[in-house]
């Protein structure tokens, strides 16, 4: 079992940063796991944004490439997404994920666990 707590959310004016962090705690070992970012806005599917894998390999999506930076730090059983030159249609609620077969799959089906989100508003 492995619990996720999202944090670094907030509001920021468009053009700005944010870091977002996902701490794990559980049996399991960080390390050997895959884990990604997801967003959900208002009245949208959950949308997927970022994925590292055990070996820190990476993926994004269509929206965060190039401005987004997804990485780990399997010593602190952390990872991070380092958001720049936020756009107002970054708005969401942001979900860190794991998936225990430790890759980084862009379908949210593929992923075992879950945190509760930290909201994340750029305004213009």
């Known amino acids: 079992q492995v619990q996720l707590v999202e944090s670094g959310g907030g509001l920021v004016q468009a053009g700005g940063s944010l870091n977002l962090s996902c701490v794990a705690s559980?049996?399991?070992?960080?390390?050997?796991?895959?884990m990604a970012w997801f967003r959900q806005a208002p009245w949208k599917n959950r949308e997927f944004v970022a994925a590292?894998?055990?070996?820190?390999?990476?993926t994004y999506g269509d929206s965060a490439e190039g401005r987004f930076t997804i990485s780990r730090d399997n010593a602190k059983n952390t990872v991070y997404l380092q958001m720049n030159s936020l756009k107002p249609e970054d708005t969401a609620l942001y979900y860190c994920?794991?998936?225990?077969?430790?890759?980084?799959?862009?379908?949210?089906?593929?992923?075992?666990?879950w945190g509760q989100g930290t909201q994340v508003t750029v305004s213009s």
């Open positions: 994920a794991a998936d225990s077969a430790g890759r980084r799959r862009t379908d949210q089906t593929e992923y075992d666990y």
């Open positions: 559980g049996r399991a070992v960080f390390s050997d796991y895959g």
């Open positions: 590292i894998s055990w070996g820190g390999y990476t």
